[in-house]
């Protein structure tokens, strides 16, 4: 767990470094305390690059929807589908973390490599898996808004373009998905609906009727594991 927080501390100081750079060009050397306290600032983003430029952000929202979708309230709990959405996170982005461990985090730790150089080389593997779910119209749409010029390759786009096409593709994905999720559970709650209305039971809430049927159908289908499957399939 030490190594992996290192990886990602050093993925986070290569992203944020990648998206400083171009405004704050420094000239020479950079002291150990100047180093550190920069480090430590980068190291005060990593929850936040968790939860955004990660499959952390898709994961959390299709989880949410489907909690809303079964109309359980708060079952499962915050804290599990928080866990759930962050295990989900480390298994799809193991082999990401592994390329950036091998690339940059060994190599500078046998001195054969600098901090700029590894964060250089560690940003590469994150920039390749930003760039295969950032869709083209959000990459267009933040090129435009930055009035950047188009790169020639994807290769070649700044994170600072690339990072937030990347959350907002994530974000339109999600919402995809969650939408999706809510159809089969609407039936059920428009059938229990129209049941109750018409038997004249104006009083009993449908909302009431319907969950335990909706959880019924979750659970006959084998609900969790179509969930998470099509979540981790959306991503190889």
């Not at 930055?146 to 070649?156: C, E, I, L, V, Y």
């Not at 974000?171 to 059920?188: C, D, H, N, Y």
């Not at 019924?216 to 969930?227: M, P, R, S, T």
Request: aromatic share 8%; proline share 7%.
């Amino acid at each position: 767990m030490k190594r992996l927080a290192r990886v990602a501390a050093l993925a986070v100081a290569a992203a944020g470094g990648a998206l400083a750079a171009p405004a704050l060009p420094v000239k020479g050397s950079v002291g150990v305390p100047m180093q550190i306290v920069v480090l430590l600032t980068l190291m005060t983003l990593l929850p936040a690059a968790v939860v955004s430029v990660t499959p952390f952000l898709r994961s959390i929202i299709v989880l949410h929807f489907l909690r809303q979708a079964l109309g359980t309230q708060s079952t499962p709990s915050n804290q599990v589908l928080l866990g759930l959405a962050l295990f989900l996170t480390l298994l799809i982005m193991h082999p990401v973390l592994a390329d950036v461990y091998q690339n940059a985090w060994a190599p500078m730790e046998k001195g054969e490599l600098g901090m700029e150089q590894a964060a250089d080389r560690a940003a590469v593997p994150l920039r390749a898996f930003w760039i295969r779910f950032a869709r083209e119209k959000d990459v267009r749409f933040f090129l435009e808004a930055a009035h950047a010029p188009a790169p020639r390759t994807p290769a070649d786009l700044d994170l600072r373009v690339l990072v937030p096409a990347y959350i907002l593709s994530e974000m339109k994905a999600g919402f995809q998905i969650g939408a999706v999720l809510f159809l089969p559970f609407l039936v059920i709650d428009l059938v229990v609906a129209s049941v109750t209305l018409s038997a004249g039971m104006i009083q009993l809430p449908p909302a009431m009727v319907s969950a335990p049927f909706k959880i019924l159908l979750f659970v006959l289908v084998d609900g969790w594991n179509l969930v998470v499957g099509s979540l981790l399939k959306s991503f190889y």
